[in-house]
């Protein structure tokens, strides 16, 4: 498994993590993210930068969801759908990594 998701991969119970491949650092009320592999500038608003600091160690998606939604007044499919983006985003990107939990 690479590590990328796809939109079916988002599960709950799975976790997501930053890598050690990027470097943040405060913009505005956001982040600036370099990838170090390939020498690549991200951004993120403050809320993509919130879901950036949850990351810093394995979360499970479901919490970040749950963070966002506690954080922030938003709909819970809007924010369902704007994190997994940016999970999928982050993850394609080499900047995070999914970690898949089978149910027990």
């Not at 650092?25 to 608003?45: I, R, T, W």
């Not at 990351?55 to 924010?79: F, H, K, M, T, W």
Request: proline residues 2%; aromatic residues 6%; charged residues 25%.
């Amino acid at each position: 498994m690479n590590g990328k998701l796809s939109d079916h991969d988002l599960a709950d119970h799975d976790s997501v993590s930053a890598t050690k491949d990027a470097v943040a650092c405060e913009f505005g009320d956001g982040l600036a993210l370099l990838n170090l592999k390939s020498n690549v500038y991200y951004s993120l608003n403050g809320v993509g930068a919130f879901i950036w600091d949850l990351i810093q160690e394995p979360r499970l998606i479901g919490d970040i969801r749950s963070a966002v939604l506690a954080r922030y007044n938003v709909d819970p499919v809007r924010c369902q759908a704007d994190v997994d983006a940016l999970l999928k985003g982050l993850t394609d990107n080499g900047l995070a990594r999914r970690h898949h939990e089978a149910l027990v």
